[in-house]
């Protein structure tokens, strides 16, 4: 991307920050009377403009750190498994390795995307989920499926910026996440008629955009629901969230 379309895209956001950054290449480089080079100084601006014209856009901010707090809960919570002795089986630590991995560069990305805007980690408490392996899958299951169904209850807060890009590259792989510990259950990659309880509130619905399904395929109540996810408000994940913030 050139630095014409990121003024473009900044300016979307904020319309005042194009001034403000002809403010600070004009006056404040002369006023400081010192040698700046510009391949040190523009991506300075340019990255305080950016995080400037973010940080006005509110919705865009808390939909980030929305996220950012699952992507933390679910970093500590792999952490703490692999760190359990005995919990996970040999044959399976690879697979939850390399899950915890991306959750560590999922917090990473939103970090970064939200500069100094960002929410610090908080204290989490996991009760007796480590007490054994297919406790801890139980509850893996339930954060992931949580994880996809809150990524896209906000997406409608991100629309027409470059961070729904940010949340839809780690959505699908929180989708991945989810099927991968359904798998290692012994169960079906998607949610299913079995799943019930809070993280799977809404998930009885066999219409998409006014159309019934059923009627529609000819299919079974049981397949239109499997065949799509809801999203899960604010509200409702925190819900769930919240037994497990200390």
Request: charged share 20%; net charge negative; glycine share 8%.
């Amino acid at each position: 991307m050139n630095l014409f379309q990121i003024f473009s895209d900044i300016e979307k956001i904020d319309g005042d920050a194009p001034e403000r950054l002809a403010y600070y290449s004009r006056r404040n480089w002369l006023k400081m009377g010192k040698r700046v080079s510009a391949a040190v100084a523009a991506p300075a601006v340019v990255a305080a403009t950016i995080n400037d014209a973010y940080a006005q856009s509110s919705g865009v901010v808390a939909a980030l750190n929305f996220a950012l707090t699952l992507e933390y809960l679910e970093d500590e919570y792999y952490r703490t498994a692999i760190g359990t002795s005995g919990l996970i089986p040999a044959s399976d630590l690879a697979v939850i390795g390399q899950i915890s991995k991306h959750e560590i560069a999922h917090v990473a990305l939103l970090k970064g995307a939200l500069g100094a805007a960002a929410v610090a980690k908080p204290a989490f408490k996991f009760g007796t989920v480590f007490s054994s392996y297919q406790t801890f899958l139980t509850a893996a299951q339930a954060f992931e499926d949580t994880g996809v169904r809150a990524y896209k209850g906000q997406a409608g807060a991100l629309l027409g910026t470059d961070q729904l890009t940010v949340a839809l590259q780690i959505h699908s792989v929180e989708a991945r996440h989810a099927a991968e510990v359904r798998r290692l259950r012994g169960l079906r990659g998607w949610i299913t008629d079995g799943d019930t309880g809070a993280v799977y509130a809404g998930e009885e619905i066999t219409a998409q955009a006014g159309v019934d399904l059923v009627s529609l395929t000819g299919k079974s109540a049981v397949r239109a629901r499997e065949s799509f996810d809801e999203p899960l408000t604010k509200e409702q994940v925190l819900a769930i969230a919240a037994p497990y913030l200390a």
